[in-house]
């Protein structure tokens, strides 16, 4: 089938062909890509201006979730306050936010969300078990559905109202706290940016390194060439070897740098540390109660009248040695005398 | 032939051996006997898949409680049904010999339109099917989940496994991705209000299972039944669905917000690389979505089509993907990269956004792998250097051997040219790219080669950029013209119709003697699944080396990783990626030991120590002193020398004793001293 000279040049004509059949291709679906971002682009429903017409176009979102352009809202709302062109709810201007996202429902689901969250912040640990959590969890996503999706808005605010009143003091506690995983992935974060700091600060002093080695290096090869007398080819050699052995001994000096990240304390640099106060125990206050002992025997004298009822008189008076500890003969013949009265009655009954 | 393998009788269906075989057998049954895994790398055209099926086969009969099944992935659909062929020989011997009729049930999965869910699957003894039934979760969890843990995996042509890996693990969302999973989101709602109507009691009834938690998976997987998905993280089996995703509403809900917070994370104006942690921060600051529900997300969503009963899966391939993302990102804090870019880099003016979730740790998916089955084999013509595998899948097999091809005679010429004729340096590194005397060289090459090479000429380029250039360059100076005066020019395009379409006419011209080259380029499609034997490819003319466009952020990304991690530096991670590919494109001449051919590196980087010492060793051992940094005269003189030689009648008889033996040659004890210099362990 294929013979001679011509078929050659057909094949030459075909290279060059697909070369230009390759060009427009790509070209075609770049342009495809490019209509399809151009008819997604959306718009203000008020002034009907798309962000293809104005590239600066603003569009906002308030409560309602429903989408004005920067420039409407200026105009509907010069004093301040006004209804949504859309669905009639009074709106203030201060509560318009830029739309983050294309569907402006998710502006308002996570503006509502952001709010739930602030009441309903209890953690994992404030359950008794995981199934229980997970059963507030669920309630938390219904009470953002409803106000979302506008399903009994006034139940649920009350609800939400009772439950804000109820747990006041859990609301408050678990202000300033983190979630678990929140806080491995706070950790994580910090081990990633100190790795990549020690990266950066390992590479600047190992280039650091190598360049004051190099330099000495030269000035080394340059100093025996002035002085010696060998001949030149002969040091350039050793110059040489000596230059590769330096390039592999910084192969080899990679010794690893560790930063300080930690306190003595074993906190983390930079980690937050909660300034809240202790929380205070309220507990009923202790009362002293004197002991009574029962020792089945006559009533021992107090300490304080051993002198005075003449026990002291045979006992061995302290010498200032002993009383240095805090010793006095008091209290051994008071231990004496305890013993000796206790259980000296015969058990009643 | 019965052989006997350190005891084993092994049934072998041809009656002359290679001892390269014997000898990949050996070591193969050391694998099998330690239960330990294996990379083992053997010359192209030897044999490899026949040694292994037989073996291992043997190894199931002899200890049938050991081994119970053999999985054997292979890369492309013509690979597969070469082993298949190869397995029917083996069969037929067997009855032939042993007089029974096997029970021995093998079974081929090709493509997904083939696709056997039947549960005789369990009880094949033999699997073969591609990579990526074993390592793409998606597929997988389909289709390997059930198989016993006893089996042994190969992985035959696995020199691109960790690429493989890395592909099935990673994530591409752009605009289009977007706009459909919303459609399926929509979709889904409406499903749901039907639903409700209808059947509300079905929904109850996931809610009420979904409260339980997934337990049934945790029991599976801790009784060991299934492969674990690495995207099904164990944490998820031990807990129950969080509450915010519990109903079907919620879940939907919860999909949207997720949705809208990527399409915003598109719209950037400029390239955003972040880490797995930092996304989760952002998007909880911006959408108020935790951790915890992502992670569920792609079970959560499985739940619920199957609950909504949802027959066609494929029209929901956005939303799943979308949520096999989510529960990847929240799951794997290190060895994922997330990358959004702007616009492609070829065309900076037109927005064109991709996030790329790519993966960076190839031993992610395959780690389930590993872990589950007693033996992995991973084998393939250019492993080398071998140590660099078991590094970047993390593992550590019990045997890691190079073999080497015995020949008759040197029936392959790798020459090294570095030089043109003028004395300039062949080079395809960048300075160079443009400079018209190393391209008039390169094309001088080709010219002089096609004078001398019968049949067909295959050159390789490092990229489609790089060939058009040199072609349309070597067309002003007239090159081309004098080139098609010996033979007939093809060339390889992105388009695969276009290329099947040259190479069948490429063929055929080498068939009736015109003679043809075939101008294609590494990594592209001819270089990996193609061979070219005999006169289809009388010399591979390696044009620059091939290595990966390396300013890609991806690349970048999993260079920094591969460095971190496993202290391997980003250089010797991209020369031994060039050299793998060189060594794929040249090693498509050679498909067998009648066969000849010339394998011409034209750049002088290869002469270099540090490239020439990761081409596999039986290339390797055939480059001396005498074919580095030739000029393009001297490779021609070499050869000639070299194709005259070849020309010369060869039998079979010339190969008998030397480089192919019979039952009784292998048995003597000068051969098999020589047999165990073969193997080259590391």
């Given at each position: 089938m294929i013979c001679g000279r011509d078929h050659g040049d057909q094949n030459t004509a075909q290279i060059v062909d697909l070369g230009f059949t390759l060009h427009r291709r790509r070209r075609n679906r770049l342009l495809k890509s490019v209509v399809q971002t151009e008819m997604d682009e959306q718009g203000c429903p008020r002034c009907k201006t798309t962000k293809y017409r104005n590239p600066s176009l603003k569009l906002m979102v308030n409560v309602c979730g429903h989408t004005l352009c920067e420039n409407c809202v200026e105009m509907l709302f010069v004093r301040g306050s006004s209804n949504c062109v859309q669905c009639d709810t009074p709106l203030r201007k201060s509560n318009f936010r830029v739309q983050l996202f294309e569907d402006p429902t998710v502006d308002k689901e996570v503006e509502i969300r952001k709010k739930v969250l602030k009441i309903y912040n209890k953690r994992d640990f404030d359950f008794p078990s995981l199934r229980e959590y997970n059963d507030y969890l669920e309630q938390v996503e219904d009470i953002v559905y409803n106000l979302t999706n506008n399903v009994d808005v006034e139940n649920t605010k009350l609800r939400m109202e009772q439950y804000q009143r109820e747990n006041r003091d859990v609301i408050q506690r678990n202000k300033a706290k983190l979630t678990r995983e929140q806080e491995e992935l706070e950790e994580l974060l910090l081990q990633e940016q100190q790795s990549n700091e020690q990266r950066r600060l390992e590479v600047l002093q190992e280039e650091q390194r190598q360049l004051q080695a190099k330099r000495k290096n030269k000035q080394a090869l340059l100093d025996e060439l002035e002085q010696s007398q060998l001949p030149a080819t002969l040091l350039l050699a050793q110059h040489k070897v000596r230059a590769a052995q330096l390039e592999t001994q910084i192969e080899q000096q990679k010794q690893a740098v560790k930063p300080t990240s930690l306190f003595s304390t074993g906190i983390h640099m930079r980690q937050t540390v909660s300034l809240q106060p202790v929380t205070k125990i309220e507990d009923v206050l202790y009362h002293y109660r004197p002991l009574q002992v029962e020792t089945y025997g006559p009533p021992v004298p107090e300490l304080e009248q051993l002198g005075r009822l003449g026990y002291l008189n045979h006992v061995r008076a302290a010498v200032t040695q002993d009383t240095a500890g805090g010793y006095t003969s008091g209290l051994a013949c008071y231990r004496a005398i305890q013993d000796a009265f206790s259980g000296l009655f015969p058990l009643r009954g | 032939m019965k052989l006997n393998i350190e005891g084993l009788l092994v049934y072998f269906p041809y009656d002359y051996i290679y001892p390269e075989q014997y000898s990949y057998m050996l070591e193969l049954k050391r694998t099998l006997d330690a239960k330990g895994h294996g990379v083992l790398e053997m010359p192209s055209g030897t044999g490899k898949t026949i040694s292994l099926l037989s073996l291992i086969v043997a190894y199931q009969r002899a200890f049938p409680l050991e081994v119970t099944k053999l999985i054997y992935c292979s890369r492309t659909v013509p690979e597969i049904e070469k082993v298949v062929e190869e397995l029917r020989k083996l069969m037929e011997f067997y009855t032939k010999e042993t007089g029974e009729s096997n029970n021995f049930l093998a079974l081929a999965l090709s493509s997904r339109k083939n696709l056997c869910i039947h549960p005789e699957i369990l009880h094949a003894n033999i699997v073969v099917y591609s990579y990526h039934y074993l390592l793409d979760p998606k597929i997988a969890d389909l289709v390997?989940?059930?198989?016993?843990?006893k089996s042994v995996v190969v992985f035959d042509e696995a020199h691109n496994i960790d690429n493989v890996c890395i592909d099935s693990m990673s994530v591409n969302i752009t605009r289009r991705t977007l706009d459909r999973c919303q459609t399926n989101v929509d979709t889904l709602q409406n499903t749901i209000h039907k639903i409700k109507e209808t059947d509300a009691a079905k929904l109850r009834e996931e809610y009420r299972r979904l409260v339980e938690g997934l337990k049934e998976a945790n029991v599976a997987r801790e009784t060991d039944i299934y492969l674990a998905n690495p995207v099904l993280p164990d944490e998820i089996l031990q807990e129950a669905v969080p509450g915010s995703i519990r109903t079907a509403e919620h879940f939907v809900g919860f999909m949207r917000r997720f949705l809208e917070y990527l399409k915003s994370r598109l719209r950037v104006q400029h390239v955003v690389q972040e880490s797995a942690p930092q996304f989760l921060k952002d998007i909880f600051e911006k959408v108020?979505?935790?951790r915890k529900p992502l992670r569920f997300c792609a079970e959560r969503l499985q739940s619920l089509l199957r609950t909504l009963e949802i027959a066609d899966i494929a029209d929901f391939s956005a939303v799943t993907l979308i949520s096999n993302f989510a529960t990847l990102v929240s799951t794997y804090s290190q060895g994922f990269t997330i990358i959004i870019e702007p616009f492609e880099d070829r065309t900076p003016t037109i927005a064109n956004p991709v996030l790329h979730f790519s993966c960076m740790d190839p031993s992610i998916a395959i780690k389930p792998v590993f872990q589950r089955f007693q033996s992995v084999v991973i084998t393939s013509g250019t492993l080398s250097p071998l140590d660099i595998y078991p590094r970047i899948l993390d593992f550590r097999p019990v045997t890691m051997a190079s073999f080497t091809m015995t020949l008759a005679r040197t029936c392959l010429c790798p020459l090294i040219v570095g030089r043109g004729n003028d004395q300039v340096a062949l080079s395809s590194k960048f300075e160079t790219r443009e400079d018209f005397a190393v391209i008039r060289n390169y094309g001088n090459l080709l010219l002089e080669m096609s004078a001398i090479v019968p049949d067909g000429i295959v050159a390789f380029f490092t990229s489609y950029v790089y060939m058009e250039n040199i072609v349309a360059s070597w067309y002003e100076q007239g090159i081309l013209e004098n080139i098609q005066r010996n033979k007939l020019i093809f060339i390889e395009t992105q388009d695969a119709a276009e290329t099947s379409m040259a190479l069948e006419k490429y063929q055929e011209a080498c068939e009736n003697g015109r003679g043809a080259i075939l101008l294609s380029v590494a990594r592209g499609k001819v270089s990996e699944g193609i061979d070219f034997v005999h006169h289809y490819g009388r010399a591979v003319i390696m044009f620059g080396v091939p290595y990966v466009y390396t300013q890609s952020r991806i690349l970048k990304a999993r260079l920094e990783y591969l460095r971190d991690q496993f202290q391997i530096r980003e250089n010797d991670f991209l020369t031994f990626d060039a050299m793998r590919h060189a060594a794929q494109c040249v090693g498509r001449a050679i498909r067998g030991k009648t066969d000849y051919g010339l394998m011409i590196f034209a750049d002088k980087r290869y002469a270099r120590a540090d490239k020439r010492g990761k081409l596999p060793r039986w290339i390797q051992e055939h480059i001396n002193d005498g074919s580095l940094n030739l000029t393009v005269d001297e490779a021609v003189q070499l050869s000639k020398h070299f194709l005259r030689q070849m020309a010369q009648p060869f039998r079979q008889e010339d190969q008998l004793g030397l480089s192919l033996l019979t039952l009784e040659q292998l048995e003597s004890e000068e051969m098999l001293q020589k047999i165990t210099q073969i193997a080259h362990q590391t």
């Open positions: - | 390997s989940k059930e198989l016993a843990k108020c979505i935790d």
